[in-house]
C-alpha cells in the first residue's frame, strides 16, 4: 500500500511515519525541500502546497491508497500576532484546499481511497463542564474558526467519493517534544479547565487503525477516555516527575504575558472519546497515571532520555554488520571527542563484549569502560557503562527492516554525576554535547551508506 503524508518532519508525523514504514507501508512524503526529510524512511517529493499547483500535486498523488495531511504550523510556538495567525491559517487551510483540488484533477479510478486530514478539539472553544462529541456546534474563537474552515475544507473530498477520516487531535503527550517538553507542575488559572489528552502511541495506533478499517469514516476524537481537570493534571505531572505542585499562574498573567494565544492553556474543553472506541480502536492508556508511567519509561532519580532516529537506504544485515566492528565506532564519533579504542575482551562485538575507551571531553582526558548486552544480530544491542563520566549510561541500537533499507533507532539513558546538583549545573550542557554528537554521526551514516 502507498501512502502520501504532509507533516512528516513534526512531532507526530514523524512517530506516524516510523510507525507505518516499520509496518512495510511505501511512504511519500510531501515537503517544501526534499533536505527536511533527509534520513527519514519515505521518498522525498518537493512540493509547496500554499501555491496553486493542483496539476503537480495530482501528479504525486495519483496511484497512491491513502493521503495523510498532518502538516501545519505549531499553533504553540510564537504569540499570535497578525502574521503568527495568517500562517496559522493558511497552513491548514490552504494547503488542505490544495490536496482537494489536486485529487479533483485525478479520474476516480486513480485517486486515492482514504483521505485522513488532522483537525483539534480546538474547534470547540470554551465549553467548561459539557461533554462533548463530534457532533457538538463549534465554539467561538480563533482556534475554533481556524478548525471550522479547515475541516470544511477536508469535507470537500467526501463529494469526490473519497473515504475521509477526520483526527480532532488533542493534547498530545510523548517523549522527545510535543505538549509534555513544555509542561511544568503549575496549576494555570482557577485549575478547573479540562484537559483532553492523548498518548501519543495511541494517536499514532489509531491513524494505523483508520488507515485499515474501512467503516472508520467522519471526524473522531482523538483523546484518552478520561480528560482530567487542570489541577489534577499538575498534581500528576509532580508526581511522575518527583517535583511538587508549585503555585498557580493566575488566568490575567497568562493573557498578560500570552495574548489571545493564553486560551490554549485556559480554555476548557471536556472531549468523549465514545466515538473512536465504538470503532474497535482499544486505548492501551487510559488514564493519566498510565501515560505518564510510561512515558517516563522507568527513569529514576535524575536521569534523562535522549532519543535518535535515521533511515539507512541498505539492507539491515549490512547495516547491523557495520555496527558489529567496534572500529567504526570511531568513525562516527566527532574528531573533537578524541575517541579511541584502547581494548575489547572479543575480536567480533556479541553478548558480554567489554570495550575500553579513552576520550576527551572539553579537553579532559577520561577513560571509558563498557559492556555489551542484549545482543541480538539484525534487531538490537545495548551497550551499558561500567566505568566513565556518567553515573549511568544505558545506550539501546535498535534496527528496523523498511521498505527501501533500515530504520534505526537510538535511545539513551543517562544520568550525571552528584545528584541534583549535577542536573541543574552540567543537565542542559551535556544534552547539548550528545545531541552535537549524535548529529555528526547522523551526517557520517548517511554519507557512508549514500545509495550507489
Known sequence: ???????????????????LAIQGYEIIGLTRRRENLANLPCQAV????????????????????????????????????DATKKRIRSSRIESTRSIVDALGFLPKDLRPKTFICASAIGLYGNRGDEWLSEESPPGEGFLSEVVRDWEDQARKADALGIRTVLLRIGIVLGRNGGAL??????????????????????????????????????????????????????QELGRSQNLPAVMGAPAFALRAVLGEMASIVLDSARVSSEKIQKSGFQFRFGTLAEALADLKGGLRGHERRFSAMQFVPKPIDQVFDFFSQAENLEKITPPWLGFQITGKSTPQIQNHTLIDYKLKIHGVPVR?????????????????????????????????????????????????????????????????????????????????????
Not at 500500500?1 to 510507525?19: E, R
Not at 478499517?213 to 489541577?231: C, F, I
Request: hydrophobic share 40%; with cysteine.
Open 368 to 452: 571509558w569502560k563498557t559492556r555489551i548486552e542484549d545482543w541480538s544480530p539484525n534487531s538490537q544491542f545495548v551497550d551499558t557503562q561500567l566505568a566513565g563520566p556518567y553515573k549511568k549510561w544505558h545506550h539501546t541500537h535498535r534496527f528496523f527492516p523498511v521498505p527501501g533499507g533500515t530504520l534505526m533507532t537510538d535511545e539513551v539513558v543517562y544520568e550525571l554525576p552528584v545528584g541534583i546538583l549535577g542536573s541543574w549545573v552540567a543537565g542542559a550542557w551535556v544534552r547539548n554535547d550528545v545531541k552535537k554528537i549524535f548529529q555528526y554521526r547522523t551526517q557520517v551514516i548517511a554519507r557512508t551508506f549514500q545509495p550507489e
Open 181 to 234: 517538553e513544555k509542561m511544568v507542575p503549575v496549576t494555570l488559572g482557577s485549575g478547573q479547565q479540562w484537559m483532553s489528552w492523548i498518548h501519543l502511541e495511541d494517536l499514532v495506533r489509531f491513524v494505523r487503525h483508520a488507515i485499515q478499517n474501512s467503516e472508520v469514516v467522519g471526524p473522531y476524537h482523538l483523546v484518552a477516555p478520561n480528560p482530567v481537570r487542570n489541577k489534577e493534571f499538575t
Open 1 to 19: 500500500m502507498k501512502i502520501v503524508l504532509t507533516g512528516a518532519t513534526g512531532f507526530v508525523g514523524k512517530a506516524v511515519l516510523a510507525d
Open 46 to 81: 518537493e512540493c509547496d502546497m500554499s501555491k496553486s499547483n493542483s496539476g503537480k500535486l495530482a501528479e504525486v498523488l495519483k496511484g497512491a491508497d491513502v493521503i495523510i495531511h498532518l502538516a501545519g504550523e505549531p499553533v504553540a510556538a510564537a504569540k499570535w500576532t
